[in-house]
């Protein structure tokens, strides 16, 4: 050993020790006191040293401080330690190239101090426990302690702690090979400093975790953790608490893990927080959790791919924030078994049954849908195919095909309906083609047809039967589950519009919803007033779980809101001047206020009463709404369930209203198959009512119509009734004339009263304009007669300064004003 002392001295200061070989005991030590000079130890070159210490303590000095132990190999205990306090200086500390080493360590403890903070543990192979360990305290200078390049540890696990600071703190672990168990640890406290740890690659780790805790600071705080390769559980968890400043934690690319868990809660803090796991491959379970609360910052959680995942789950939890929120779950394909949003314990599949086609031919790849109440569903669905087997996919259009769900070979559901349109992928592949097909129910030819037509004296159901029997659906296509009774409308118009939004506005009016049912190898079109939903064949009763390996809802939300408590119906008969058509319906559930509705296109009080009630239930149906998510592919819209097992609630009566799908199975990457829903549901008991969506038309000016004879109608006159209506055929109607499409029209007159007034009849076939009152199509009166050659006008040319009243007889009334 060789030891250098200098004393009271400016110069600088060293001891070193080299090339030790076969040393039981081996120390070289530097200790500079109340000296401005650098001071540095280095212990170089030590080759089999039992115990192998070098120790540097730099005390009251603003000079460099610095330890460095290099290239130690096959050394039972090695341990080097740093400590430098009260000191400005920058101090570091560096372990590199240790091998077979039984223990080492290296910590980093970093306090009151507003120094930028690093630890690093360089190229560490094959150590059961390594460990380095730095504690500088007190000072301002910038400390470090760098792990990096640990190889073969059992578990690794990286903590940082970062508080009461509001410097940028951030933990990034890098890539961690064959770690048995390795640790490094990092506290940084009561500093303004960035600080920082980064742990070097680790490879085929046993358990992995990664926890940053960052608390009470207004800084910028981030945790990223590199890719981790063949960890057998791997978790990272993020909180970050009480907080203004961004946060973030973004976990790398994990491969081969057994269980994976990436945790984020952020809470009482008003940040934007963002937290992003990269791709993980072949995870047993993976689960990825963001909890936000009480906080208005903009939050957000991304799970990226997912491949061949066990239990996959991503949930997000925002609670008690104005902020807006998303959450983006990517793909994951060809499971193995699946948590709660992928690869179930329970094997899925999805085949497409196209008429014509071998449904092992069509493989599915990718699936996405969305099922309403009152609405048509879609599905878009990718296909691949082999090329070299004839198929061409222009062709799908128009066939009826099947989406059948099955998990562990056994059918689930089953979604009937049509080809609506085909996407060639255009792939560039050698050996298939891809297509997507958007598929639709057979009602979606209601959607093809487009006209201005006029419906005279039918209810509304009857009017739905009609439009769907000249689409070719009847019988068992359509099915009727309604209980209320429903008046003939005198006369309807269908104006500019399909005929799907034409009979949709009007069961929307009524109070009448449809779904869809598929049974007996067809989609069937049911339409109901609030008693005809059943049970969801096979999921009749779901359960809430978490964290599961069966196919169960993971997630769930519910919102409630205040809603007007009257309802007002009102509107005027004029047939019936005087009758007092006003009715009102109060609804118990609700706050206070009310909605006045008018034109509501009923003759009685009765009439009135139940679309009051009918206003009331479609406000009802909104007020408690539940949003969740689920790995249950049997639901769907208008199906009812029974939700069991939620921590915070009773058996809940669901009655499901929106159901969105997403499903990925084939992606080449020898990723997991996985499925997952969103959907929204309201109480079983309350009564369910659609919301007005499908648009009225209004026509703001006027139409041409002509003056019919009508049935009773005869010779040179028109008919007209005992109010002094004329039967008008309007133009735009597509029914045949003589009256068939006519209805009695009122004109406007320009003198009128009890019993006094002036009318000058009109004959058939003459033209008139025919306006509407509120713009509605269905409430028409004539506002005068148009000339044309047909019918000219009695002042022309010839006589264009004469006043003529001349009857159809020959009768002439001149005043002539020259």
Do not use: W
């Amino acid at each position: 050993m060789t030891t250098r002392r200098p004393s009271d001295s400016d110069a600088p200061q060293q001891e070193t020790l080299s090339h030790v070989t076969d040393d039981d005991s081996t120390r070289t030590a530097s200790r500079l006191a109340d000296s401005d000079a650098p001071q540095q130890e280095t212990l170089s070159h030590v080759t089999n040293v039992e115990p192998t210490k070098t120790v540097s303590r730099l005390a009251d000095s603003d000079a460099p401080q610095q330890e460095t132990l290099s290239h130690v190999t096959n050394d039972e205990p090695t341990k080097t330690v740093s400590r430098l306090a009260d000191s400005g200086a920058p101090q570091q500390e560096t372990l590199s190239h240790v091998t077979n080493d039984e223990p080492t360590k290296t910590v980093s403890r970093l306090a009151d101090s507003g120094a930028p903070r690093q630890e690093t543990l360089s190229h560490v192979t094959k150590l059961e426990p390594t460990r380095t360990a730095s504690r500088l305290g007190d000072s301002g200078a910038p400390q470090q302690e760098t792990l990096s390049h640990v190889t073969k540890l059992e578990p690794t696990k990286t903590v940082s702690r970062l508080g009461d600071s509001d410097a940028p703190q951030q933990e990034t672990p890098s890539p961690v090979t064959k770690l048995e168990p390795t640790r490094s640890v990092r506290r940084l406290a009561d500093s303004d400093a960035p600080q920082q740890e980064t742990p070097s690659p680790v490879t085929k780790l046993e358990p992995t975790r990664s926890v940053r805790r960052l608390a009470d600071s207004d800084a910028p705080q981030q945790e990223t953790p590199s890719p981790v390769t063949k960890l057998e559980p791997t978790r990272s968890v993020r909180r970050l608490a009480d907080s203004d400043a961004p946060q973030q934690e973004t976990p790398s690319p994990v491969t081969n893990v057994e269980p994976t868990t990436t945790m984020r809660r952020l809470a009482v803090s008003g940040a934007p927080r963002q937290e992003t796991p990269s791709p993980v491959t072949n995870v047993e379970p993976t689960k990825t959790v963001s909890r936000l609360a009480d906080s208005d910052a903009p939050r957000q959680e991304t799970p990226s791919p997912v491949t061949n995942d066990g239990s996959t789950t991503t949930m997000s939890r925002l609670a008690v924030s104005s902020a807006p929120r998303q959450e983006t779950l990517s793909q994951v394909t060809k499971e193995g078994s699946t948590g709660t949003a992928s690869g179930l314990a329970d094997l899925l599949n999805i085949r497409l049954e196209l008429s014509g086609f071998s449904s092992d031919l069509l493989q599915v790849s990718r699936l996405s849908g969305r099922e309403a109440i009152s609405q048509l569903f879609t599905f878009d669905v990718e296909v691949v195919c082999p090329s070299d087997a004839g198929v061409d996919g222009q062709t799908f259009t128009g066939e009826s095909v099947a989406i059948v769900f099955e998990q562990n070979r056994v059918e689930v559901r089953r979604v009937h309906g049509m080809v609506a349109e085909v996407h060639d992928m255009l792939a560039n592949l050698r050996d298939h083609r891809a297509y997507r097909l958007h598929i639709v129910p057979r009602a979606y030819r209601l959607a093809l047809v487009e006209t201005t037509e006029i419906s005279m004296n039918k209810a509304v159901p009857d009017l739905i039967k009609q439009k769907l029997e000249l689409v070719g659906l009847s019988g068992s296509d359509v099915e009727l589950r309604l209980t209320g009774t429903y008046a003939p409308r005198e006369f309807v118009v269908q104006y500019q519009e399909t005929d799907l939004a034409f009979i949709s506005r009007l069961a929307e009016h009524a109070g009448i919803s449809f779904f869809f049912e598929h049974q007996d190898g067809q989609d069937t079109m049911v339409f109901t007033d609030g008693a005809g939903f059943e049970p969801a064949a096979g999921a009749e009763s779901v359960q809430f779980r978490e964290n599961s390996d069966t196919r169960d809802v993971f997630e769930l939300e519910a919102r409630s809101r205040l809603v007007p408590s009257v309802y007002v119906a009102r509107d005027y008969n004029y047939r019936q001047p005087m009758l007092d058509l006003t009715s009102e319906h109060v609804l118990p559930t609700g706050y206070a206020g009310g909605v006045i509705e008018y034109g509501g296109h009923y003759k009685t009080p009765a009439e009135g009463k139940a679309l009051a009630q009918v206003r009331a239930e479609e406000r009802q149906a909104t007020q408690l709404v539940y949003a969740g998510r689920s790995a249950v592919c049997g639901l769907g819209a208008g199906a009812r369930s029974t939700l069991e097992g939620h921590p915070n609630l009773e058996s809940l009566d669901l009655l499901f209203v929106e159901v969105e799908h997403r499903a990925t199975l084939l992606t080449g990457r020898d990723e997991p198959r996985r499925y997952v829903n969103t959907f929204r549901a309201i109480p079983g008991k309350n009564t369910y009512r659609p919301p007005r969506v499908t648009p009225a038309p209004r026509i703001a000016g006027v139409v041409t119509g002509i003056v019919d004879a009508g049935p009773g109608g005869g010779g040179n006159n028109a008919q007209i009734d005992d109010q002094g209506r004329y039967m008008v055929r309007f133009l735009f109607d597509t029914g045949a004339a003589g009256g068939v499409s006519s209805r009695p029209v009122r004109m406007l007159q320009n003198h009128a009263g009890a019993n006094y007034g002036t009318h000058f009849p009109l004959k058939p076939g003459t033209e008139v304009l025919i306006a509407f009152v509120n713009g509605d199509p269905d409430r028409p009166v004539i506002v005068g007669a148009a000339p044309n050659p047909l019918t000219p006008s009695p002042v022309n040319s010839a006589n264009r300064s004469t006043h003529r009243i001349k009857t159809q007889g020959g009768i002439v009334f001149d005043l002539v004003d020259e």
